[in-house]
């Protein structure tokens, strides 16, 4: 048996900017792991590690990735150290060219070590402890580093604003002279691709795209603009680079950079923010638990201070405590889970705990919040270090639903958050905002998420949401017959009633009644709820929904037997997506509108009061031509001043923030799972008749 002493320098390699690490195999097993060199092409790990090798046959394969944060690593190259060739008892300088074995011709740099073959001196189980140690280190490094960060400096200082605005006189890459263009941006492990817009050489996206600067001088965004080529490899069109050390902070820089590799130029607008939007720390570095700074955050998001900074909402502190009777995701019975918290597009995770159901992480995650109608979701995770993590339960819990300070055991939900899997989580959170600055944000488009999964086709939610949309339209009927019967006097004491009513509101009607009377619904729910009659779980119920999730999963059973046949109607799928889709948005828009005004979200309740009081007290005071005159002058001037302007529609992007019915559900089934943890009973199939 011999030992080699292998010391991992230095490395080049070819990428635009990586986050490198390197694993070593031993006849298939790793048995070693590099610590990561953040943004670096030519990474110098100088470590230092002592393998035991059985027969010096078995070659030591070197492998290169590029760590991105929760998601799965790219791979880099990789290279063998034939050990045969080595010289007994001689430090040897190695340089290994990486290949990829999928294109053997490709450079992708090369890896620098020094490696001494000497026999096994002493006894063996040392030696082995020396590797264990080694290996413990390496692969709890990612946690150690994160809370030495945290104890240091913020996550990230900062936050790279990018919005994409159009680009002029690209390559025409098709045969008919136009060009489907799609851009990707890169900096450091952030990805994010645009939009694609098809047939046109100066397109047109207005979209924006958020990155977290990490380093105090700056770093640069790689952006490469691409064709997109329906069943073919997308073609390259061109690249170009911001470097973010040349522009200042707090200013928005229009950019026109021209694209080299390519033609044409894209259209850009950057901006520098300085931001404390998240950071991680362990329990015992808690800010919130200190007298003096809670009193700080109160203070700097006091009623006061509303009109300071308007897009800095609020922030939420999480506390990640432990879990237990986590689902066992290896073949040892044992699972070795982490946790990854997500608010929005900000995302951090814990570390791993190994070989462990029920695991203690005690650590504290804060978020800086943009908008208070957000959704904070824990996942957890069973780590694998060859493939990408095994889902092991999530749980979603809207920010206005939290209640201080209170520790609470959340069971797991699957995916889709339609049933519970194995499992519970144990969560402290408190959330600190500013009602005004929060009221504000509900009036602006909501953040869009970039990480999420494609939609699927789905017959039963197809059906669901029909039902849906048939409530809201049955809803609307029977209000117009109900209207239509007191014109037809079928109820002589109802349709006197209505013409006196109507009688004094045309005789006696100002435009400032309008918002007046939108106050009414509200405030009868009002009475209702606070006299102990609920109307906000009238439309559907927990069983109901319950129900349909369970049919779901049977249909979904039969529908995978077809895979084949399915796999040839990708328009027919597109078309069921496009419709069920539509269907759902015109359902949510219906019960959103219902659900203002009774009160299922008490804020939004609120915050609709104060918007048709001050309504009311406008047309009251203005005549009406001075207040469509402004609005007029508003609408035609808006391109003027601003031309990059992003319209919106305030009613809708307030609309966006109610839930709907089905949210509704979720989030009552949300507050029951920390009280019980319910297993459904597996229904009996019915026998179908012949």
């Known amino acids: 048996m011999s030992q080699i002493d292998v010391t991992t320098s230095a490395g080049q390699l070819e990428n635009c900017t990586s986050d490198p690490y390197v694993k070593f195999k031993i006849g298939g097993k790793e048995v070693f792991r590099s610590k990561t060199i953040h943004k670096n092409l030519n990474p110098v790990w100088d470590e230092r590690v002592i393998l035991l090798v059985e027969t010096l046959r078995e070659p030591l394969y070197v492998k290169v990735f590029d760590y991105d944060f929760g998601l799965q690593d790219d791979f880099m190259g990789s290279a063998y150290l ?10 040897l300088d190695v340089t290994l060219d990486l290949k990829d074995p999928q294109y053997p011709e490709h450079d992708l740099g090369s890896l620098e070590l020094t490696v001494t073959l000497s026999p096994k001196e002493g006894d063996i189980r040392d030696a082995t402890m020396l590797l264990r140690r080694n290996w413990k280190r390496s692969s709890k490094y990612q946690s150690m580093r994160l809370s030495d960060v945290h104890r240091k400096a913020q996550l990230w200082r900062g936050i790279v604003s990018v919005s994409l605005i159009e680009g002029r006189n690209l390559q025409p890459m098709d045969a008919n002279g136009f060009s489907d263009p799609y851009v990707k941006f890169r900096m450091g492990h952030q990805k994010y691709k645009s939009k694609t817009i098809p047939k046109t050489l100066n397109p047109q ?5 958020d990155f977290h600067l990490y380093e105090e001088q700056g770093g640069y965004v790689d952006i490469t603009v691409w064709d997109r080529d329906a069943g073919k490899k997308d073609d390259f069109m061109g690249r170009c680079t911001i470097d973010l050390s040349l522009l200042s902070k707090e200013h928005t820089h229009k950019l026109d950079l021209p694209l080299v590799e390519g033609e044409g130029v894209l259209v850009l607008l950057v901006t520098l923010t300085a931001s404390a939007a998240v950071s991680i720390s362990d329990l015992s570095v808690n800010m919130l638990d200190d007298p003096h700074e809670r009193h700080q955050i109160m203070q700097r998001y006091s009623l006061w201070r509303s009109l300071h900074n308007l897009k800095d909402v609020g922030m939420v502190q999480v506390k990640v405590i432990r879990a237990e009777g986590l689902m066992a995701a290896d073949v040892t019975g044992k699972s070795d889970p982490f946790c990854v918290v997500e608010l929005s597009n900000d995302r951090l995770q814990t570390h791993t705990v190994y070989k462990n159901l029920n695991p203690e992480w005690n650590k504290v995650f804060t978020f800086n919040v943009k908008d208070i109608h957000s959704v904070l979701e824990v996942t957890v995770y069973d780590e694998d270090r060859d493939r990408s993590a095994d889902f092991l339960g999530k749980v979603a819990i809207p920010l206005l639903n939290i209640q201080n300070g209170e520790r609470k055991a959340y069971v797991l939900k699957s995916k889709e958050l339609t049933g519970p899997t194995k499992g519970v989580i144990f969560l402290e959170i408190d959330v600190i905002f500013n009602a005004v600055k929060a009221g504000l944000r509900t009036l602006t488009p909501v953040e869009q998420k970039y990480i999420e999964e494609e939609p699927k086709v789905s017959k039963q939610m197809l059906l669901r949401n029909f039902n849906r949309v048939r409530r809201c339209i049955m809803f609307l009927i029977n209000t117009g017959c109900y209207i239509n019967s007191c014109f037809e006097w079928e109820s002589p004491q109802r349709s006197i009633c209505a013409f006196v009513i109507f009688t004094i509101v045309v005789w006696n009607f100002e435009l400032y009644m309008i918002p007046l009377a939108l106050l009414l619904p509200l405030a009868w729910n009002y009475i209702l709820i606070a006299s102990g009659r609920d109307t906000r779980q009238d439309v559907v119920t927990v069983e109901d929904l319950l129900e349909d999730e369970d049919e779901d999963f049977d249909k979904d059973d039969k529908d995978s037997e077809r895979k084949g046949f399915m796999n040839k109607l990708y328009a027919i799928q597109d078309v069921c997506i496009s419709v069920q889709n539509a269907l759902d948005e015109v359902a949510s828009y219906g019960e959103r509108i219902k659900n203002t005004f009774n009160w299922t979200v008490p804020f939004l309740s609120w915050l609709v009061i104060v918007a048709l009081v001050v309504a009311t007290i406008i047309v009251y005071f203005i005549p009406l031509r001075f207040i469509v005159l402004a609005w007029g002058v508003n609408k035609f001037t808006k391109k003027l001043r601003d031309p990059y302007t992003i319209d919106n529609n305030e009613l809708l992007d307030f609309l ?31 026998k179908r008749g012949n």
Request: proline share 4%; aromatic share 6%.
């Open 82 to 91: 034939h050990l045969e060739s080595l010289e007994h008892q001689r430090s």
């Open 205 to 209: 996206w207005r979209e924006q795209f």
């Open 656 to 686: 966006s923030r109610v839930p709907s019915d089905v949210q509704v559900v979720g989030q009552l089934l949300l507050s029951m799972s920390h009280l019980l943890t319910f297993h459904p009973k597996k229904r009996k199939k019915k």
